[in-house]
């Protein structure tokens, strides 16, 4: 299995080149990055209605929660895919698709939905209304994986019924109504399953083992290669004791009523259970489908609000700036973030407030670390804005 890809998203000035073009910007990220750490597709992202800065910095905080929440969710999806598929990673790949599109080619093409997720509206409206969208698919895929694994574990149940050894099987199958001492007011029927090597020790001592054992009255039933199932008559109010004493061997006494037609009851309930976990897992396997699509499709745009927002925050107004998807690897990442650094590490705490010509007019460090504080709690502080990440 192939490792996945990593992602870096940068957000830079168009002022880091001379003529302040967005295409000029983009070129210079990519010889700041070089193909020896990965390929720099353009990253597109409209413009949104900007608040206050107040406003701005609280997003800054909403948004960098949100994309931990999109990220887990994602993931859960992805697991829940892997578990359902039994960890056969090319049909999983198959499954993790984003719009139809392999992960990769999605964001390698990303477009804003503007049908979906209106760019005219605020920001804190579209955060809103990515939130309430991620959790309720969220929701959906855990129920209907929940219902899937209910009856997945009951048609597991169910089958070791009718497969297991004779301590825990069901025994529909092997006592006949004659078997059993029914309707009597004194006496019951006993039935346990003793280890065959203890089978010797059961019928020297069985009679023994509580009082008013009917004597001579245990039949061997049924043997498999573990244990041996025995039947034997007590009297009623001594019953009790006599499979306690039983248990105390480390025999297993098995509760069982006799109910006419049951046998047939049993091999039903497997057919129907079978045919309902088939069905629930086409449904599942749909659901986590749809929903690492969804929640795939959610997480990028609020990585894509999140570069905005700090975009702002970090260089300032008019909003001239250029970002780039870097498609590398999780080593290779590390050399391209240094390769960055190095380039644009002059960018620290002097990207608030430019001319038209996106000049800096002034140098705000204090303002940068209080951007810090607000948008970048969860990864470390950079001189430009920079997110990393992988589908799993």
């Known amino acids: 299995m192939s490792k996945p890809s990593t992602y870096l998203l940068v957000s830079l000035p168009t002022s880091i080149v001379p003529s302040n073009d967005k295409d000029e910007a983009l070129t210079a990220l990519r010889e700041a990055v070089t193909n020896d750490y990965g390929t720099t597709h353009p990253f597109s992202i409209p413009s949104f209605k900007i608040g206050t800065l107040d406003a701005l910095v609280q997003q800054a905080d909403d948004l960098a929660k949100l994309d931990s929440a999109a990220e887990g969710v994602v993931n859960k999806v992805g697991d829940s895919l892997r578990a359902i598929l039994e960890g056969d990673e090319a049909k999983i790949a198959q499954q993790k698709t984003i719009n139809d599109k392999p992960v990769d080619q999605y964001l390698r093409s990303f477009s804003w939905n503007k049908v979906k997720y209106r760019a005219d509206k605020p920001i804190a409206d579209l955060i809103s209304s990515l939130q309430k969208e991620l959790s309720g698919i969220d929701n959906d895929v855990k129920a209907k994986f929940n219902q899937y694994n209910t009856c997945k574990t009951s048609l597991l149940a169910s089958q070791r019924r009718q497969t297991g050894n004779l301590s825990t099987k069901s025994l529909a199958p092997l006592i006949a109504p004659n078997t059993l001492v029914q309707d009597s007011e004194y006496l019951e029927t006993h039935l346990i399953a003793v280890p065959n090597a203890a089978a010797k020790d059961y019928l020297r001592s069985y009679e023994t083992l509580s009082p008013m054992v009917v004597p001579r009255s245990s039949t061997e039933i049924a043997k498999d290669d573990e244990f041996t199932l025995f039947a034997a008559t007590v009297f009623k109010k001594h019953g009790a004791e006599f499979v306690h004493r039983c248990r105390e061997k480390r025999w297993t006494p098995r509760e069982y009523r006799y109910e006419e037609g049951g046998r047939e009851k049993e091999a039903k309930e497997v057919d129907s259970l079978t045919k309902e976990e088939r069905k629930l897992w086409g449904e599942a396997l749909r659901m986590g489908n749809t929903g690492y699509s969804e929640a795939g499709m959610i997480w990028v745009h609020v990585m894509a609000l999140r570069v905005f927002v700090e975009t702002?925050?970090?260089?300032?107004?008019?909003?001239?700036?250029?970002?780039?998807?870097?498609?590398?690897?999780?080593?290779?990442?590390?050399?391209?973030?240094?390769?960055?650094?190095?380039?644009?590490?002059?960018?620290?705490?002097?990207?608030?407030?430019?001319?038209k010509k996106g000049r800096v007019q002034k140098d705000d460090s204090s303002l940068a670390n209080d951007m810090q504080a607000a948008g970048h709690a969860d990864h470390e502080y950079t001189a430009y804005v920079y997110y990393e990440f992988e589908f799993q």
């Open 312 to 355: 702002v925050l970090r260089y300032g107004l008019p909003l001239e700036f250029v970002c780039g998807l870097v498609q590398t690897t999780s080593k290779n990442a590390k050399k391209a973030k240094a390769s960055l650094d190095d380039r644009y590490d002059y960018l620290a705490g002097n990207a608030f407030g430019r001319d």
